[in-house]
């Protein structure tokens, strides 16, 4: 295969926004839009596959790449999401989302959707809630890697009332197009989780390299990773396979992927808690060291989780209650049931916004119980908004209910 075929190849599944062209050394990827740091994943990604005697060159805005083969040897011929080293670097999934986010997505090449978090990565993924959930998971847990975990928030509950996507565009998600028209659109299967579990089994692996473990630690690990194995099946299990068309089926989406979260993080944490506990501090200490070096690896620089945390774009999130007047023409009863819908709103937003700072200097077993708790806390905004939201739409007819849908979809930023 020529290096142009495989260099296409990756990047179908890297950006649905990239140009390649061919070169005479090689392939040049040219990226803009929200996609230009995916340089810095490329460089930290790169290497891991063994290319210490392949190189790569900056020239201008572009990176020219001298070979790509060694990284698509394990990439899936159907999705290159399934691909551990790709999935396990944070940085690369935020720019994998936001490729598969945007390309279903009506705002263009260069737009930045209003749903976006503040690291630039998307919690919705056409009718996909949290992509690569439980890696976010396991990296805040294991590492301390807040980026991914505590960017979400309430402008997620929000982007699930007023959804930005048609059920056109829901659609190609679920049965991804490959023509040209409109371009390929990575299936939401591929980024709820690798059904080979090389994710779940990524950290044990990790924890074996950096630290010597003695024969009751390594048991104790063997059992940690089998419960890793687990949770990952669990949140896996409901992956969509079909189009939510309503905010309603939207939220019970969510509630249901963040219920299989808090399962699994029920299923991983006692193992996590036994193993950690069998650890002297000396190898405690090296753990931690490890974590931030992979922390400090990732060349960009972060937003504090915090600002997506308790909304730091509150003009993206505004309730639109003038413009849901203007479309439906409300009555009296329809006014008031919105009434109640937007108080619930304002209850769940300040429940998201209260406490979801991520504690400093905590081990993983702490950490995970963080996770658990802000779970919880996702999982009570919903039940707020959800029951109000239906009682909403009940008094709606088929008209209003489809101008209350096209709200969403008709934003562009």
């Avoid at 790169?46 to 005697?53: A, D, E, I, N, S």
């Avoid at 980026?147 to 190609?172: E, H």
């Avoid at 002297?280 to 753990?287: A, I, P, R, S, V």
């Avoid at 992979?294 to 600002?307: E, L």
Wanted: charge should be neutral.
């Amino acid at each position: 295969m020529s290096i142009f075929r495989i260099g296409v190849a990756v990047l179908v599944a890297v950006t649905a926004l990239a140009s390649a062209e061919p070169a005479s050394a090689g392939l040049r990827i040219r990226l803009g839009g929200p996609f230009g740091v995916i340089r810095s994943a490329f460089a930290h990604m790169l290497p891991v596959r063994g290319l210490h005697h392949r190189h790569y060159a900056r020239r201008g805005g572009a990176v020219r790449l001298a070979s790509v083969r060694d990284t698509v040897d394990t990439t899936s011929r159907t999705d290159g999401f399934r691909n551990a080293e790709w999935s396990a670097n944070p940085s690369a999934r935020v720019q994998l989302a936001a490729s598969a986010a945007l390309a279903g997505w009506h705002g263009g090449r260069g737009a930045h959707g209003w749903w976006r978090h503040e690291d630039g990565g998307y919690g919705w993924v056409g009718p996909l809630f949290w992509p690569f959930a439980y890696q976010d998971i396991y990296d805040y847990t294991v590492w301390g890697d807040t980026s991914g975990f505590w960017g979400y928030g309430y402008g997620d509950l929000y982007a699930a009332v007023f959804a930005p996507y048609g059920n056109d565009d829901l659609t190609r998600y679920v049965a991804p197009s490959r023509g040209r028209r409109h371009g390929r659109i990575i299936s939401v299967a591929s980024m709820c989780g690798d059904a080979k579990d090389d994710a779940a089994t990524a950290a044990v692996d990790q924890i074996r390299q950096v630290v010597q473990l003695n024969e009751e630690q390594s048991a104790a690990l063997d059992d940690l990773a089998g419960a890793s194995v687990e949770a990952a099946k669990i949140v896996r299990a409901v992956c969509p396979g079909e189009v939510a068309a309503t905010a309603s089926l939207r939220l019970a989406a969510m509630q249901q992927r963040l219920e299989a979260m808090v399962s699994a993080v029920a299923r991983v944490r006692p193992a996590l808690e036994r193993f950690y506990e069998l650890l002297d501090d000396e190898q405690k200490g090296k753990l931690e060291a490890f974590g931030e070096g992979q922390r400090k690896q990732r060349a960009a620089p972060k937003p504090s989780p915090v600002r997506s945390c308790q909304d730091a774009q509150p003009a993206s999130f505004q309730w639109p209650g003038g413009e849901i007047e203007a479309r439906l023409h409300l009555d009296d009863a329809q006014r008031a049931e919105l009434a109640v819908l937007q108080h619930m709103s304002a209850k769940a937003r300040d429940i998201l916004s209260y406490d979801c700072q991520p504690d400093e200097g905590i081990l993983p077993p702490d950490r995970l119980a963080s996770v658990d708790t802000r779970l919880d806390a996702l999982l009570d905004a919903i039940k707020l908004v959800r029951p109000a939201l239906d009682d909403f739409y009940a008094t709606l007819s088929d008209e209003q209910k489809a101008q209350f849908e096209a709200i969403g979809p008709k934003r562009t930023s």
